[in-house]
């Protein structure tokens, strides 16, 4: 029997391993975190990520061939394949600060795997890892080997947060790299029938090791261009008095260039898109290549844009202060489906809208206060380590309070923000919110998901990105 181990048990980790559980019934598939409560939650009826499909499939193989465990070396030593999915977080000081990865935590685990083995593996990178981990890696184990063979792959995630399982049972590929060496390859081979119990051949690459690590950057790179590019166009739009869905729409029409990743939002989130690019930007500027680092960059620079272009919509709008006005924001977490925030546009919203010292009234369904209070006290990056060695926050802000319902956060407000697409806002009775509003009454869409004609009518004053806007706002300056 084949036995597989996973180090973290993260948002990656989690998911792609109870689906290989799921797919092979004859494979052993262990799952290690150091983080106790974090394995205590896999064990229980309560798991600790939200992700639509994960509680179905966690419970029909846990305890058969699917484990999770704190007990990292034991499962370590006894696994034939190591997949490695544990943080690598942003660099705040020295070499490369705000760009380049931090790699304490893929060191210590690479030491670990060298210390605790006894026979030969293969160890997979599976989380986001800044560009030629691949090789460090294989330096480290290499050096510390005692004899015993490893061979490095580079096999990385491709799927999206809150359509996680779906992602997994039909990816749209499988990328696999490794040494071009005949150990390499059957390395490859090894991954490679592990897949083929349930991906189709073809949609199966191979290709060497830094090809691998690069396409996950690269790809990653090109899907948030396309939403900087989009957001782009939404401040025109705005500026015009044109619509940004319809444009949206038409150039995604063209099949070159497809309809997907045209949405204009209040910004990207998510643990991916900027760190990836980050460290895009520092490859090429080590590699000599500034035009190309400085091309990249300007897609971080958009979104930032947008955030503060949003912030600045909200104050103008409501006279250029909302300094103890009460603030609704509806969806904390980057995207709708999940209760993660990590990188989402709502923590850098709320800290402006708290700068001009709104009241803020947040609701959002899978995200808990504790985790709103860390968000807006942490600094930036520090959100990128394992959870016991994050600070916590005994300071809470104190103009931010956390309610379970929207008709609550939106009791008595000035304004309503809109962060993230939760399908439950579209149903929202926005008539039943105005009546308990203060006048007048503004709803700011940051996610483009409501009936602008039908909130006007109501009396709302209503701003939705790249829409022509309502005509109170024509006039209001759009960016400080
Ligand atoms: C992303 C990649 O899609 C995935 O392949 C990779 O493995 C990890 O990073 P994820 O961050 O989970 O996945 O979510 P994604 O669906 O890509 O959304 C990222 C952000 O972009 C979200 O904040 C989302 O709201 C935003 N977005 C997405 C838009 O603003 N507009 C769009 O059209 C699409
Ligand atoms: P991702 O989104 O890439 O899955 P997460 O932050 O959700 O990232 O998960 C990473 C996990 O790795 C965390 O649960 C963390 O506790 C775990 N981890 C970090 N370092 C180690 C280590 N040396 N051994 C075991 N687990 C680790």
Same mark, same amino acid.
């Given at each position: 029997?084949?036995?597989?181990?996973?180090?973290?048990?993260?948002?990656?980790?989690?998911?792609?391993?109870?689906?290989?559980?799921?797919?092979?019934?004859?494979?052993?598939?262990?799952?290690?975190?150091?983080?106790?409560?974090?394995?205590?939650?896999?064990?229980?009826?309560?798991?600790?990520?939200?992700?639509?499909?994960?509680?179905?499939?966690?419970?029909?193989?846990?305890?058969?061939?699917?484990?999770?465990?704190?007990?990292?070396?034991?499962?370590?030593?006894?696994?034939?394949?190591?997949?490695?999915?544990?943080?690598?977080?942003?660099?705040?000081?020295?070499?490369?600060?705000?760009?380049?990865?931090?790699?304490?935590?893929?060191?210590?685990?690479?030491?670990?795997?060298?210390?605790?083995?006894?026979?030969?593996?293969?160890?997979?990178?599976?989380?986001?890892?800044?560009?030629?981990?691949?090789?460090?890696?294989?330096?480290?184990?290499?050096?510390?080997?005692?004899?015993?063979?490893?061979?490095?792959?580079?096999?990385?995630?491709?799927?999206?947060?809150?359509?996680?399982?779906?992602?997994?049972?039909?990816?749209?590929?499988?990328?696999?790299?490794?040494?071009?060496?005949?150990?390499?390859?059957?390395?490859?081979?090894?991954?490679?029938?592990?897949?083929?119990?349930?991906?189709?051949?073809?949609?199966?690459?191979?290709?060497?090791?830094?090809?691998?690590?690069?396409?996950?950057?690269?790809?990653?790179?090109?899907?948030?261009?396309?939403?900087?590019?989009?957001?782009?166009?939404?401040?025109?739009?705005?500026?015009?008095?044109?619509?940004?869905?319809?444009?949206?729409?038409?150039?995604?029409?063209?099949?070159?260039?497809?309809?997907?990743?045209?949405?204009?939002?209040?910004?990207?989130?998510?643990?991916?898109?900027?760190?990836?690019?980050?460290?895009?930007?520092?490859?090429?500027?080590?590699?000599?290549?500034?035009?190309?680092?400085?091309?990249?960059?300007?897609?971080?620079?958009?979104?930032?844009?947008?955030?503060?272009?949003?912030?600045?919509?909200?104050?103008?709008?409501?006279?250029?202060?909302?300094?103890?006005?009460?603030?609704?924001?509806?969806?904390?977490?980057?995207?709708?489906?999940?209760?993660?925030?990590?990188?989402?546009?709502? %923590? +850098? =919203?709320? /800290?402006?809208?708290?700068?001009?010292?709104?009241?803020? !009234? *947040?609701?959002? #369904?899978?995200?808990?206060?504790?985790?709103?209070?860390?968000?807006?006290?942490?600094?930036?990056?520090?959100?990128?380590?394992?959870?016991?060695?994050?600070?916590?926050?005994?300071?809470?802000?104190?103009?931010?309070?956390?309610?379970?319902?929207?008709?609550?956060?939106?009791?008595?407000?000035?304004?309503?923000?809109?962060?993230?697409?939760?399908?439950?806002?579209?149903?929202?009775?926005?008539?039943?919110?105005?009546?308990?509003?203060?006048?007048?009454?503004?709803?700011?869409?940051?996610?483009?998901? %409501? +009936? =602008?004609? /039908?909130?006007?009518?109501?009396?709302?004053?209503?701003? !939705? *990105?790249?829409? #022509?806007?309502?005509?109170?706002?024509?006039?209001?300056?759009?960016?400080?």
């Amino acid at each position: 029997m084949v036995k597989i181990c996973c180090i973290g048990a993260g948002y990656v980790g989690g998911p792609t391993m109870a689906v290989i559980a799921l797919k092979c019934p004859s494979v052993e598939v262990a799952v290690v975190d150091i983080s106790v409560p974090r394995i205590a939650a896999w064990n229980s009826d309560q798991l600790p990520i939200y992700e639509p499909g994960l509680d179905g499939v966690v419970k029909q193989c846990r305890g058969k061939n699917l484990f999770f465990s704190t007990d990292v070396e034991k499962h370590v030593s006894e696994a034939d394949i190591v997949f490695v999915s544990v943080n690598t977080p942003t660099k705040t000081r020295g070499l490369g600060a705000g760009k380049a990865a931090d790699l304490t935590y893929w060191e210590s685990a690479a030491r670990m795997i060298a210390d605790v083995s006894k026979s030969d593996k293969i160890v997979v990178e599976k989380s986001t890892v800044p560009v030629k981990t691949a090789e460090a890696i294989e330096k480290i184990l290499t050096h510390n080997s005692k004899g015993i063979k490893f061979q490095i792959l580079s096999n990385p995630e491709f799927l999206a947060e809150g359509t996680a399982i779906s992602d997994l049972f039909n990816p749209d590929r499988v990328l696999i790299g490794g040494r071009e060496t005949p150990e390499g390859q059957k390395a490859i081979q090894a991954l490679k029938d592990v897949y083929a119990q349930w991906v189709p051949e073809d949609r199966i690459l191979t290709t060497n090791l830094w090809s691998a690590e690069l396409s996950k950057l690269a790809a990653n790179a090109f899907l948030a261009q396309r939403i900087s590019s989009v957001n782009a166009m939404s401040a025109l739009c705005e500026a015009t008095g044109a619509n940004v869905k319809q444009v949206s729409f038409a150039v995604g029409t063209d099949t070159r260039i497809g309809p997907k990743f045209l949405n204009a939002s209040v910004g990207f989130g998510g643990s991916c898109f900027q760190k990836d690019i980050l460290n895009l930007v520092y490859i090429c500027e080590c590699n000599g290549l500034p035009e190309v680092a400085e091309y990249w960059k300007q897609v971080i620079k958009i979104n930032d844009y947008q955030k503060n272009r949003f912030v600045n919509r909200v104050v103008a709008s409501m006279f250029n202060t909302v300094s103890n006005k009460k603030i609704a924001i509806l969806g904390f977490a980057f995207k709708k489906d999940t209760g993660d925030t990590r990188e989402t546009p709502a %923590i +850098d =919203v709320c /800290k402006g809208l708290l700068g001009d010292k709104a009241r803020l !009234s *947040i609701y959002d #369904p899978q995200v808990t206060e504790d985790q709103i209070q860390r968000d807006l006290t942490m600094n930036k990056f520090d959100w990128d380590h394992p959870l016991h060695l994050q600070p916590m926050s005994p300071t809470t802000v104190k103009q931010v309070s956390v309610v379970w319902d929207a008709y609550e956060a939106t009791k008595d407000a000035h304004g309503v923000c809109i962060l993230t697409e939760w399908d439950e806002f579209k149903d929202l009775d926005f008539q039943r919110i105005y009546d308990n509003m203060q006048k007048p009454a503004f709803v700011f869409d940051g996610r483009n998901i %409501i +009936d =602008v004609d /039908k909130l006007r009518e109501i009396g709302f004053i209503v701003y !939705s *990105i790249g829409k #022509p806007l309502d005509p109170w706002l024509k006039d209001m300056p759009a960016v400080a």
